[in-house]
């Protein structure tokens, strides 16, 4: 069995920290009352859960012990995180304050309360990542890599940063007039825009809008271009610049307008950057194909309602007004930048070879349950032999995409099933059910259309491997599939044998090495069958209520998450050993809450590993002082879904792709699946999970008021850090 840290789910060194109950107002003489378990104040709000786990991630921007360009990475993830934010959660309480169909969640906050305290919230985020990029910039100084503002350029670097503009950016720009005669122009969701003013000859004052181009780096790199030129004119010099200055796309342009108005006077120009509602509901009632409907649904992303606009502080209040009157907006939609706008756009440093700057790389293991113990064996073998467990991105996804390949080449296979939700552009699996259908297999794809921002590329895999033969379904009309499961059906040599993939994470093989997720590869037979019946539900018309193994949501998951809850409530009744570790991204849904706050209060041991939204509050008298919460941000995002059951000693571990939110249990097709080997579960509870538990570098508590504090001893190089204990152990899987 592999090497596993000293603390496990059932008995830590580390003695349990004091939870700070909620104030009361009671005088002492008598105990505070226990509120309901559905009163409001139990529970925290989950958009400002979700930006409070924002401002996690942007801890790490500032974390000066991590390298300086995962500093910046961690930049770009804020911009983009919040550009989402913005795109689908607040562009669902406005519709509702629209709409007049207001919907409060358990905390009891009204739509427009959540709007004015994210406001508050976003402004200081913002302040925030722009004082951490100006800390950042001069450390990049230091390290060679200069971004400049183009006024302090010098000659020479403004030289060539004017010739690029009238070689390249000059010809892709098309300023647009507004006047009486032409209406203001569209604005597309998450463009980057300048607002020019300019004025005629005979003095009249005009606005245009000049979109900056995102097919070109947003970040010049002024020496690549030097280089560039080195190399038309036949120079010699191979020898790589030492340092490297940049400037911003927009800076550029700026200083050029002249060019776009000639015999004009440019009087002024302001970035902005505008963000639409995302969140298009589709149709599916009405929709005759759903193909189209999502088509539609993306399509009309682009002249959704704006919810945000950022601007520099420096814009004049003439040029604003213009903005928010044919953006239709009001003030409170603005938000004033001393900085860059798009924060995500500083992840194009990213690309800059300074390996010295970044994570040290490390090599994926290769599972050694999966290596060949006889000449001539497959993997087909090694699933036979006992059940595989993954654990991306420590171990290689390699062995996913090989799988499938050996199953398109395999002539025993006959039939492969996959459910696709985010595949990515470039698929090696998509490429290897291509290829099994090329040889003649039964393949049978559902891919989910209505992935959110997933939806173009999954249309286009869709349409590919319908052209070649493949049974596509493109998911179902008011469910969104988002389980993650794979069967392979072979003729062996004595009958016939399902081979299941199943996991926490995409069959994308990009993300596979950004995010934590584990997956299982088996041929039990009656997951096998349960699969089948899945796959039977999902393709065709199927009302089976009951899998053998498997919990599937809307299903049964939800009921039987419910028991094992309660069974570990009821062991604790007769043991005093009850113990759930849950580990998962949100946990938002009220009766799963409600159940672990009795958990709680009847002395059951909770410790909840919850990377993002968080409703429940832990640490309250009487209601969830035996709750602990704990996050982990770090390198890798943490994806992994892993329920632990203590079970009166009789340890039982599910995985799978299911949050505790309501759409996950109710609105989606989920999937949870028991971890049957009993060596792979004490695997998962001595080493995986207590080594999450015991994490001190990257993990953040949540106190009962919704905040979450670290451990003194976090900027401490030696204390442990759980992923970076994974890519050191993880290959010390157990063998049978």
Same mark, same amino acid.
């Given at each position: 069995?592999?090497?596993?840290?000293?603390?496990?789910?059932?008995?830590?060194?580390?003695?349990?920290?004091?939870?700070?109950?909620?104030?009361?107002?009671?005088?002492?003489?008598?105990?505070?009352?226990?509120?309901?378990?559905?009163?409001?104040?139990?529970?925290?709000?989950?958009?400002?859960?979700?930006?409070?786990?924002?401002?996690?991630?942007?801890?790490?921007?500032?974390?000066?012990?991590?390298?300086?360009?995962?500093?910046?990475?961690?930049? &770009?993830?804020?911009?983009?995180?919040?550009?989402?934010?913005?795109?689908?959660?607040? /562009?669902?309480?406005?519709?509702?304050?629209?709409?007049?169909?207001?919907? &409060?969640?358990?905390?009891?906050?009204?739509?427009?309360?959540?709007?004015?305290?994210?406001?508050?919230?976003?402004?200081?985020?913002?302040?925030?990542?722009?004082?951490?990029?100006?800390?950042?910039?001069?450390?990049?100084?230091?390290?060679?890599?200069?971004?400049?503002?183009?006024?302090?350029?010098?000659?020479?670097?403004?030289?060539?940063?004017?010739?690029?503009?009238?070689?390249?950016?000059?010809?892709?720009?098309?300023?647009?007039?507004?006047?009486?005669?032409?209406?203001?122009?569209?604005?597309?969701?998450?463009?980057?825009?300048?607002?020019?003013?300019?004025?005629?000859?005979?003095?009249?004052?005009?606005?245009?809008?000049?979109?900056?181009?995102?097919?070109?780096?947003?970040?010049?790199?002024?020496?690549?271009?030097?280089?560039?030129?080195?190399?038309?004119?036949? &120079?010699?010099?191979?020898?790589?610049?030492?340092?490297?200055?940049?400037?911003?796309?927009?800076?550029?342009?700026?200083?050029?307008?002249?060019?776009?108005?000639?015999?004009?006077?440019?009087?002024?120009?302001?970035?902005?950057?505008?963000?639409?509602?995302?969140?298009?509901?589709?149709?599916?009632?009405?929709?005759?194909?759903?193909?189209?409907?999502?088509?539609?649904?993306?399509?009309?992303?682009?002249?959704?309602?704006?919810?945000? =606009?950022?601007?520099?502080?420096?814009?004049?209040?003439?040029?604003?007004?213009?903005?928010?009157?044919?953006?239709?907006?009001?003030?409170?939609?603005?938000?004033?930048?001393?900085?860059?706008?798009?924060?995500?756009?500083?992840?194009?440093?990213?690309?800059?070879?300074?390996?010295?700057?970044?994570?040290?790389?490390?090599?994926?293991?290769?599972?050694?349950?999966?290596?060949?113990?006889?000449?001539?064996?497959?993997?087909?073998?090694?699933?036979?032999?006992?059940?595989?467990?993954?654990?991306?991105?420590?171990?290689?996804?390699?062995?996913?995409?090989?799988?499938?390949?050996?199953?398109?080449?395999?002539?025993?296979?006959?039939?492969?099933?996959?459910?696709?939700?985010?595949?990515?552009?470039?698929?090696?699996?998509?490429?290897?059910?291509?290829? /099994?259908?090329?040889?003649?297999?039964?393949?049978?794809?559902?891919?989910?259309?209505?992935?959110?921002?997933?939806?173009?590329?999954?249309?286009?895999?869709?349409?590919?491997?319908?052209?070649?033969?493949?049974?596509?379904?493109?998911?179902?009309?008011?469910?969104?599939?988002?389980?993650?499961?794979?069967?392979?059906?072979?003729?062996?040599?004595?009958?016939?044998?399902?081979?299941?993939?199943?996991?926490?994470?995409?069959?994308?093989?990009?993300?596979?090495?950004?995010?934590?997720?584990?997956? =299982?590869?088996?041929?039990?037979?009656?997951?096998?069958?349960?699969?089948?019946?899945?796959?039977?539900?999902?393709?065709?018309?199927?009302?089976?209520?009951?899998?053998?193994?498997?919990?599937?949501?809307?299903?049964?998951?939800?009921?039987?998450?419910?028991?094992?809850?309660?069974?570990?409530?009821?062991?604790?009744?007769?043991?005093?050993?009850?113990?759930?570790?849950?580990?998962?991204?949100?946990?938002?849904?009220?009766?799963?809450?409600?159940?672990?706050?009795?958990?709680?209060?009847?002395?059951?041991?909770?410790?909840?590993?919850?990377?993002?939204?968080?409703?429940?509050?832990?640490?309250?008298?009487?209601?969830?002082?035996?709750?602990?919460?704990?996050?982990?941000?770090?390198?890798?995002?943490?994806?992994?879904?892993?329920?632990?059951?203590?079970?009166?000693?009789?340890?039982?571990?599910?995985?799978?792709?299911?949050?505790?939110?309501?759409?996950?249990?109710?609105?989606?097709?989920?999937?949870?699946?028991?971890?049957?080997?009993?060596?792979?579960?004490?695997?998962?509870?001595?080493?995986?999970?207590?080594?999450?538990?015991?994490?001190?570098?990257?993990?953040?508590?949540?106190?009962?008021?919704?905040?979450?504090?670290?451990?003194?001893?976090?900027?401490?190089?030696?204390?442990?850090?759980?992923?970076?204990?994974?890519?050191?152990?993880?290959?010390?899987?157990?063998? &049978?």
């Amino acid at each position: 069995m592999a090497a596993s840290p000293s603390v496990t789910p059932k008995a830590s060194k580390r003695a349990p920290r004091k939870r700070r109950a909620e104030p009361s107002s009671n005088n002492g003489n008598q105990p505070p009352a226990t509120p309901p378990l559905d009163d409001p104040s139990l529970y925290l709000n989950r958009e400002l859960s979700l930006l409070s786990f924002q401002a996690r991630v942007l801890e790490e921007a500032q974390d000066e012990q991590n390298p300086l360009l995962e500093r910046v990475k961690f930049l &770009s993830i804020i911009g983009s995180n919040l550009d989402e934010f913005f795109m689908v959660r607040v /562009a669902g309480l406005k519709s509702q304050l629209e709409s007049g169909a207001l919907e &409060s969640g358990p905390d009891g906050m009204a739509p427009a309360q959540e709007l004015t305290a994210i406001r508050e919230r976003v402004t200081q985020l913002y302040k925030d990542g722009q004082d951490c990029l100006r800390q950042i910039l001069p450390q990049l100084n230091k390290e060679g890599i200069h971004v400049i503002d183009y006024a302090h350029l010098s000659e020479a670097d403004a030289a060539t940063a004017n010739s690029y503009f009238s070689d390249t950016v000059f010809p892709t720009l098309t300023p647009l007039a507004f006047d009486p005669g032409r209406p203001f122009p569209h604005i597309s969701n998450l463009s980057l825009n300048l607002a020019v003013l300019i004025r005629d000859s005979q003095g009249t004052e005009h606005f245009a809008r000049v979109k900056v181009p995102d097919s070109l780096p947003q970040l010049v790199n002024l020496n690549a271009l030097k280089q560039e030129a080195k190399k038309e004119s036949k &120079s010699k010099s191979k020898t790589p610049p030492k340092t490297l200055h940049f400037v911003w796309l927009e800076q550029l342009i700026i200083h050029n307008l002249q060019a776009l108005f000639p015999g004009m006077e440019v009087l002024e120009a302001h970035p902005f950057h505008v963000t639409r509602d995302a969140d298009t509901a589709i149709q599916q009632l009405e929709a005759g194909d759903l193909l189209e409907s999502v088509e539609e649904g993306v399509w009309q992303r682009r002249f959704a309602d704006v919810v945000r =606009l950022e601007v520099n502080h420096a814009i004049s209040g003439d040029v604003l007004d213009i903005l928010l009157k044919n953006l239709e907006i009001e003030h409170e939609d603005v938000y004033k930048m001393n900085g860059p706008l798009a924060l995500v756009r500083v992840k194009h440093l990213l690309s800059i070879d300074r390996p010295d700057l970044k994570d040290k790389p490390f090599v994926p293991a290769l599972v050694p349950a999966l290596q060949p113990q006889e000449e001539g064996e497959d993997i087909f073998c090694a699933i036979r032999r006992q059940d595989v467990l993954l654990h991306h991105p420590f171990d290689s996804f390699q062995p996913v995409v090989a799988f499938l390949q050996k199953a398109a080449r395999d002539p025993n296979v006959l039939a492969i099933k996959i459910t696709l939700y985010r595949v990515g552009r470039n698929a090696p699996v998509v490429e290897a059910l291509l290829e /099994a259908i090329e040889n003649g297999k039964q393949v049978a794809v559902l891919v989910e259309l209505k992935a959110r921002f997933d939806e173009e590329s999954n249309i286009e895999w869709a349409r590919k491997l319908e052209r070649e033969g493949v049974h596509v379904v493109y998911g179902l009309m008011n469910l969104k599939v988002h389980c993650k499961a794979a069967l392979v059906v072979r003729q062996d040599k004595d009958r016939i044998r399902r081979y299941v993939h199943l996991s926490t994470g995409n069959y994308n093989a990009v993300t596979a090495q950004l995010y934590t997720d584990l997956g =299982l590869l088996t041929c039990d037979e009656a997951i096998g069958e349960d699969c089948t019946d899945l796959f039977n539900y999902l393709t065709g018309y199927s009302a089976k209520t009951e899998y053998q193994k498997l919990l599937v949501a809307p299903v049964n998951l939800r009921d039987q998450l419910e028991q094992l809850i309660r069974r570990e409530i009821e062991h604790h009744k007769k043991d005093g050993q009850g113990h759930l570790v849950l580990k998962m991204n949100a946990l938002i849904d009220r009766r799963m809450i409600k159940l672990l706050y009795e958990a709680s209060q009847a002395g059951v041991k909770v410790d909840l590993l919850v990377r993002g939204m968080c409703s429940l509050r832990p640490g309250i008298a009487g209601v969830s002082e035996n709750i602990q919460v704990t996050s982990i941000v770090g390198r890798f995002l943490e994806h992994s879904r892993i329920f632990y059951f203590r079970n009166g000693g009789n340890d039982e571990i599910y995985m799978g792709s299911a949050d505790m939110m309501p759409r996950n249990l109710n609105r989606r097709v989920e999937l949870l699946f028991p971890v049957q080997d009993p060596k792979l579960v004490r695997y998962l509870r001595d080493a995986v999970l207590a080594t999450y538990l015991k994490e001190v570098v990257k993990a953040r508590h949540m106190n009962s008021d919704g905040t979450y504090v670290r451990d003194p001893q976090h900027t401490h190089r030696r204390e442990l850090n759980s992923q970076d204990w994974f890519i050191k152990h993880t290959s010390q899987r157990p063998v &049978s």
